[in-house]
């Protein structure tokens, strides 16, 4: 595990996948400062360096999608997962929580998604909706103060696939016709000082537009679930207030239970052994980047 970006979840769940497989692991976190990368060494010396010490794997999280491809470039024969490349993308929890929603639902195909929050800075709703177009999902609803308004690129993916999508300002009006309902938090850290200053002065305003309380909740649909990528915000300018985890809908822990689930399975998948008939895929020995 190479983290170069704060990480809680993906981080210990990457730990505890490969322990459970029986494989060692070791973890560098706050990378910048504590890795070589402090020394202004580069990202393709560091997976050389993986690499001549026998790793066979390596979760790289990094601020942008360039040093994933950095990485992904120098590997010869390791395996490396993207586990966080920026304000880009998030595979992994885009594979945990498509597992969620699939225990669930049995498929993709026919849902209706909801994304509340920051739908213009979250990976997740990028890597999700990546993932999500491959299946026939009926619409997608966003629910956004217009600062965080999805971008560009995820609305083009909607509308080559074709997906009809629906933004609005207020979780209460597309609620009810979710099947599943996406909270984020705002991204503090990813935006720039003048967009800290304007959310400052107008966070008081949007704060209940987005804001799943039991208010949203009661509007779902009786099977409709509730999840959220973590960590969210605590305290005044919470978007997920604890109260909810004891809805029914609420899948929040689940997501992290399937974390390791699907972590695991992923691992596995990609270093077994070729010969080994349940993994048996067309997936390449190095630089896979999921
Ligand atoms: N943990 C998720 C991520 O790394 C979501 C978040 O940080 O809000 O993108």
């Not at 992904?72 to 304000?87: D, H, K, P, Q, T």
């Not at 599943?180 to 704060?207: C, D, N, P, S």
């Not at 409709?224 to 990528?229: D, Q, S, T, W, Y």
Request: charge should be neutral; charged fraction near 20%; aromatic fraction near 10%.
């Amino acid at each position: 595990n190479l983290f170069d970006e704060p990480s809680t979840r993906t981080m210990g769940s990457f730990h505890q996948s490969a322990s459970l497989l029986g494989c060692s692991v070791f973890n560098v976190h706050g990378a910048a400062r504590f890795s070589s990368f402090a020394k202004n060494e580069s990202i393709a010396d560091t997976i050389r360096v993986a690499e001549a010490q026998g790793f066979d794997a390596l979760a790289f999280r990094y601020g942008n999608e360039q040093g994933i491809h950095e990485a992904v470039s120098a590997a010869e024969r390791m395996v490396l997962i993207n586990a966080g490349s920026g304000a880009n993308e998030h595979p992994t929890q885009a594979g945990l929580d498509a597992l969620t929603i699939m225990q669930e639902f049995g498929t993709l195909d026919g849902l209706t998604l909801g994304f509340v929050g920051d739908c213009r800075n979250s990976r997740t709703i990028r890597s999700l909706i990546r993932l999500a177009v491959q299946y026939n999902i009926k619409r997608v609803y966003f629910a956004a103060p217009e600062m965080f308004s999805p971008s560009d690129d995820v609305l083009e993916l909607l509308i080559t696939n074709p997906i009809p999508y629906v933004l609005s300002p207020d979780v209460c009006t597309i609620a009810p016709h979710v099947d599943v309902l996406y909270v984020t938090r705002i991204q503090w850290e990813r935006m720039r000082g003048w967009q800290k200053l304007l959310w400052r002065m107008r966070r008081a305003k949007f704060h209940k537009a987005f804001v799943v309380d039991e208010r949203v909740t009661d509007m779902l649909r009786e099977k409709a679930i509730v999840m959220h990528p973590l960590p969210r915000v605590s305290g005044k300018w919470r978007e997920l207030p604890e109260e909810t985890d004891t809805n029914h809908r609420s899948r929040i822990w689940k997501q992290v239970e399937n974390g390791n689930l699907f972590r695991m399975a992923l691992l596995a998948a990609l270093l077994a052994p070729r010969e080994y008939p349940v993994f048996q895929s067309d997936i390449k020995a190095a630089s896979i980047y999921v």
